[in-house]
């Protein structure tokens, strides 16, 4: 299985499990709609897996990609939520999934800063 069927797969059991869970905490029933959970779903593993990158670039002392991409992610994901919330009729699910299009800015930026840092490691290393 590759990366995208287990989110897939996970966020399906997120589904099936969240109405009960969401009964014994609250006490009462909320109507969602499941691709609001589905992207809550994919919204924690993008959150996840920067978390992870921003770790490692954090403890060898390399923020100046993450500044950047936390900035731009952040100028852009305002405006663009609530366009995606209200001009496209999404509502709450628009914001969560215009969240995860802002994140991914520093999802795709932070691996490749880790190769090219690595890359540059080698080299060195070699020579």
């Not at 059991?13 to 109405?19: D, E, L, S, V």
């Not at 996840?48 to 923020?63: D, K, R, T, V």
């Not at 999934?97 to 795709?108: C, D, E, F, G, K």
Request: charged fraction near 10%.
């Amino acid at each position: 299985m590759d990366v995208h069927n287990n989110v897939i797969l996970v966020s399906y059991y997120i589904n099936i499990i969240f109405k009960p869970i969401l009964m014994v905490w609250i006490d009462d029933l909320l109507l969602y709609s499941i691709p609001f959970v589905i992207c809550m779903g994919i919204y924690a593993f993008v959150i996840i897996w920067n978390n992870n990158i921003a770790y490692f670039l954090n403890g060898i002392n390399e923020i100046n990609w993450q500044l950047i991409t936390a900035l731009l992610g952040g100028i852009i994901n305002i405006p663009l939520s609530i366009y995606f919330a209200k001009s496209l009729q999404l509502g709450s699910t628009g914001v969560v999934l215009y969240s995860i299009v802002s994140l991914s800015l520093s999802a795709i930026a932070g691996p490749l800063q880790i190769f090219s840092l690595l890359k540059s490691k080698l080299k060195y290393e070699i020579l």
